[in-house]
């Protein structure tokens, strides 16, 4: 069973940061490829980040922005996220999809708000 919880979202002021965490209850951690989506108002979800081993890949809007990063001895993922800008605005989501899989997993989201 898969259970991934996110913290660490809330309201921040434009130029401001936040860090993301997503704790993951899963068997095998550090094989999987996790990442990052949000999803602004009234948009559909998109790609933040994804990590696979040191491998990281980033949406064209947050790099140099946003660094994901991954602890596997404590089963959890990091979205750093510095100079927020108003269009971060969304729900984050953390993602899991294991090694060889095309199942991905979700966590419940949590609420990123940048605005003055």
């Known amino acids: 069973q898969v259970h991934l919880v996110e913290s660490g979202g809330g309201w921040v002021q434009p130029g401001g940061s936040l860090r993301l965490s997503c704790a993951a209850s899963?068997?095998?951690?550090?094989?999987?490829?996790m990442g990052w989506y949000r999803q602004p108002p009234g948009k559909q979800r998109e790609l933040v980040a994804t990590?696979?081993?040191?491998?990281?890949i980033y949406a064209d809007s947050v790099k140099g922005r946003f660094t994901i990063s991954r602890d596997n001895a404590k089963k959890t993922v990091y979205l750093q996220m510095n100079s927020l800008k108003p269009e971060d605005t969304a729900v984050y989501y953390c993602?899991?999809?294991?090694?060889?899989?095309?199942?991905?997993?979700w966590g419940q989201g949590t609420q990123v708000t940048v605005s003055s």
């Open positions: 993602n899991y999809r294991p090694i060889l899989s095309q199942v991905d997993y």
């Open positions: 899963v068997t095998i951690f550090n094989l999987a490829t």
């Open positions: 990590i696979r081993a040191e491998n990281t």
